[in-house]
Every structure is written in structure tokens, then in C-alpha cells.
């Protein structure tokens, strides 16, 4: 039913209405119609490969034109050009949320360790190990020490910020909004089309006249409630998780996640981001 509503005409105005956040902040950071354009037709070509993929059809040049419209020649130049941004959680967000959830790695009341280090019977080697055999602990605790997350003394290493805060860096925190928003494009697409009885948690709270002084107050309350939400979040779901408790019994790999964000008005004296001129 709800398909049949979506009809071409209001699909284009719906497709206009979900572009425009994208575009919003194209226009903000100063990139250009060539640019955009680009980045439209690459991300088209490279999502019809994917979905050929997950159907299980053939994949091949001829479909993803009739797909996306582009001509043959525009998918083969943009196929073999730079590939796509990996949106994957990056390495280091996963040793960073191992070593908050995973029982060898945590103390009795939850809280990350103060890890031995330095060689290769340590607690920060085996916290690394248990994400990747592939990188070794030492380029881990290097980039770790640079983005300021961990602090080294003595054998020990203690973490001090929490995997969120990767996002500090420009790059990963463009790399979360792009994860993020994909998300929330599938979750609405889900709850809309898939028919389930138990529909992916979507809501939004909001008021609009709040006293102008008490925002700097609200937006600290809104950010520590969110890291301890988060934090019970990952010791619940970790109890489910087969990296961390293993069980030859069932099988894993499904993936559960929650993204949360909070906005405030800025203050009145709040000096705004530097325009961009790509």
C-alpha cells in the first residue's frame, strides 16, 4: 500500500526533499555543481553495483546504464575512477569499543582498564589482537596517542576518551554523518515499506522556545546523557556479541546499532564555522 502511494510524481519531490540536507551543507561548504554532479553519478554507479550484488543478479556495465541512465562509456569511466569512501567502523573504533565492553579489558564496574603495554604479552596486545591479527599494537598506540584518546606512563596505558570521540578528526567525522545518514535513509525505507510489526526506533524531540541563557546548561546535560546512554548501550549489546562472548552454539554477524545527536541553538556571541571554497 505504502508503495503504490509513492507515485513518480511525488517520488521526485520526496527524492528533491531528502537531497536538500546534503545540499544545504554543499552550499555552506562552498563545493560546486561539477563537483556535486560528480559525486551523484559516482555514488549512483557504484550503489547499482551493489544492489546487483545483494539480489545475486549478474553484475555488468549494460544493467547499471538501464539502472542509473547513464551511458555505458560515463559507468566505465566512473567504475574504474576513485572508489567509493569506506563507511566502515574504522579500525580504531573497534579496538576503542573492545576495549569498553569486552569483560577482559574492563574493570568490575564497567570502566575501561589501565592496560600493561609495551610488548608482546601485554594487555594492549591482546586488546588489540582480539579486533586484527593484521596491524600491530604498536602503530595502534601510536595513532591513538595522536588524536589524544590514550595516555601512556610507565608499562601503562589508560584510556581517555570514549570511541565517540573519534569523530573529533574532520575526516571521520564526515565519514560518521555520511554513515549515519545512510542509516537513517534505510530505517525510514523500512518502516515505511517492510510490513514489520516491530518497526526500527525513529523520533525526534523538539521545543522551540527555550530561554537563550540556559542552552549552554542543556547542551552539556543533552551530551553527558548521551554518553551514558551509549555506555549502557554497548554493555548491553556486547552480552550479545560473538566477538567478545564467544559460542561455537550460534551463529553471528548481525548488526544492531542506535546513532543519536543533539542540536542547540547557538549563542548569540558563538562564533560560526568558517565558510569553505572547495
Known sequence: MAEQLVNRGNRAQLTRMILKPAISFCVRRGVKIKDIMEAVKANLVDVAFD?????????????????????RREVVRLRESEGELNDRPSLTQKILGQWQADPRFTTKTGKPRVLSCGDDDSEFTSLVEAVSQDVGAGSVMAELERVGLVH??????????????????????????????STLYRVVEENVFSGREVRNHHSRTEYDNIFHDAVPQI???????????????????????????????REGGAKVLLTSFTWATPEKNEQQPEEEVA
Not at 58 to 64: E, F, G, I, T
Not at 235 to 241: G, I, P, R, T, V
Request: no cysteine; aromatic share 8%; proline share 4%.
Open 219 to 249: 547542551r552539556a546535560w543533552l551530551y553527558d546523557q548521551g554518553v551514558e546512554f551509549h555506555k549502557r548501550l554497548r554493555e548491553y549489546l556486547a552480552q550479545y556479541d560473538k566477538d567478545i562472548n564467544p559460542d561455537p552454539k
Open 51 to 71: 544492489e546487483l550484488e545483494a539480489q545475486g543478479g549478474r553484475q555488468s556495465v549494460s544493467r547499471v546504464s538501464v539502472m542509473t541512465g547513464l551511458n
Open 152 to 181: 601512556k606512563n610507565k608499562g601503562k596505558v589508560k584510556l581517555l576518551l570514549g570511541a565517540e570521540d573519534v569523530q573529533l578528526d574532520p575526516t571521520a567525522a564526515y565519514t560518521l554523518l555520511a554513515r549515519d545518514s
